[in-house]
């Protein structure tokens, strides 16, 4: 079974479009994240949810909204889609743990938006 | 800034040399993690080492940590073209991993 997944994989759209990208972890994990990786492969995080609160908002513009239904889903919707937009984004979990615990990734949505 | 800092950016060996990755950080860590990532997948968990750890290992990987220094290195001892990925390290500043700044990744390439 897939620990961290995420849906759609690949996600083509033209600009000015709605999109949402869902994610879900069946791991039981406390805090899930998203994270936006360029194409430099740079990785940053967009934003925290612990126990489907908002705990990190990274500097998103407000476009991004992320929703977290119950603790197991953290979902992205994207508004006004823009081209510099084009990235791979990847959900992660982890559980809340003193000194810190490994995160478990998604496989990643590849957003293009033409 | 927060981000940690990769060295080499890109490495090639061949199959049965030994690679190391280096990564340096500027403000005090809570843990530090290292990642692998495989084209077009996502971030695999390799290690994650406190910040009252000095070495880690794993398999055929080996994680130092110098807190007075500010680094880390990963080392993979005799290295398999299917270890060829992009590994990144990532900075815990607060207690969960999840929130860690991640570096701009080393990606290596072993040949058969």
């Known amino acids: 079974d897939t620990a961290v997944s995420q849906t759609p994989k690949y996600l083509v759209t033209q600009m000015g479009n709605d999109k949402s990208i869902k994610c879900e972890q069946n791991l039981g994990h406390d805090t899930m994240y998203w994270y936006k990786q360029d194409s430099k492969k740079f990785l940053k995080i967009m934003f925290s949810y612990n126990n489907k609160e908002l705990i990190i908002n990274e500097t998103v513009p407000n476009r991004f909204s992320p929703k977290s239904p119950d603790k197991a889903h953290l979902n992205l919707h994207i508004n006004s889609l823009e081209l510099g937009d084009s990235a791979v984004y990847f959900c992660a979990s982890s559980q809340d743990i003193p000194g810190g615990a490994e995160a478990f990734f998604g496989q990643g949505t590849r957003l293009t938006v033409v | 800034s927060q981000q940690g800092e990769e060295d080499p950016q890109a490495l090639s060996i061949q199959e049965g040399e030994n690679a190391t990755m280096n990564c340096s950080y500027k403000t005090s860590i809570n843990n530090l993690q290292w990642y692998r990532q495989n084209s077009g997948r996502g971030l695999v968990h390799l290690i994650l080492i406190r910040s009252n750890e000095r070495e880690k290992h794993s398999g055929r990987l080996r994680v130092t940590l110098d807190t007075s220094k500010k680094s880390s290195s990963l080392l993979i001892t005799a290295s398999r073209a299917a270890d060829t990925a992009s590994y990144f390290c990532?900075?815990?500043?607060?207690?969960?991993?999840?929130?860690?700044?991640f570096g701009d990744g080393t990606t290596l390439t072993v040949k058969p």
């Open positions: 990532a900075m815990g500043f607060n207690t969960n991993a999840g929130k860690s700044t």
